[in-house]
């Protein structure tokens, strides 16, 4: 997980990602990342004044239609999807001894994004 700054509660990240398929641990796998929300701010853009949810909310996928709102930093309508944020790849480098069960991965995060 890495914070977007510099909004205090947007970020990008994976949860419980399968590195073992079918049996087996994957080689290299990349992942690309979308935007997420905290739920924990109620601005809209990256420069919003920090304005707190209260209650708290849930954390959610920012697209490009969601939230709707016009002077959103991620509204884009017209798109179908937003670019990635980030991606990671994940390459394994090592398989440890067969008692151990752990499995070493190299991360790589690669973030392209620029704003206009």
């Given at each position: 997980?890495?914070?977007?700054?510099?909004?205090?509660?947007?970020?990008v990240g994976?949860?419980?990602f399968?590195?073992?398929?079918?049996g087996?641990?994957?080689?290299?796998?990349?992942?690309?990342?979308?935007?997420?929300?905290?739920?924990?701010?109620?601005?809209?853009?990256?420069?919003?004044?920090?304005?707190?949810?209260?209650?708290q909310?849930?954390?959610?996928?920012?697209?490009?239609?969601?939230?709707?709102?016009?002077?959103?930093?991620?509204?884009?309508?017209?798109?179908?999807?937003?670019?990635?944020?980030?991606?990671?790849?994940?390459?394994?480098?090592?398989?440890s001894?067969?008692?151990?069960?752990?499995i070493?991965?190299?991360?790589?995060?690669?973030?392209?994004?620029e704003?206009?």
């Amino acid at each position: 997980m890495a914070r977007i700054n510099p909004s205090p509660d947007w970020f990008v990240g994976v949860d419980s990602f399968q590195l073992c398929v079918e049996g087996n641990w994957v080689d290299t796998v990349t992942v690309e990342l979308d935007p997420l929300d905290g739920g924990t701010d109620n601005g809209f853009t990256f420069t919003a004044a920090n304005w707190p949810t209260q209650p708290q909310g849930i954390a959610y996928r920012i697209t490009s239609r969601y939230p709707a709102h016009p002077a959103g930093s991620f509204y884009y309508p017209n798109l179908p999807r937003l670019p990635p944020i980030a991606t990671l790849t994940f390459t394994k480098v090592h398989i440890s001894y067969p008692r151990t069960r752990a499995i070493l991965y190299f991360l790589h995060i690669n973030s392209s994004c620029e704003i206009n």
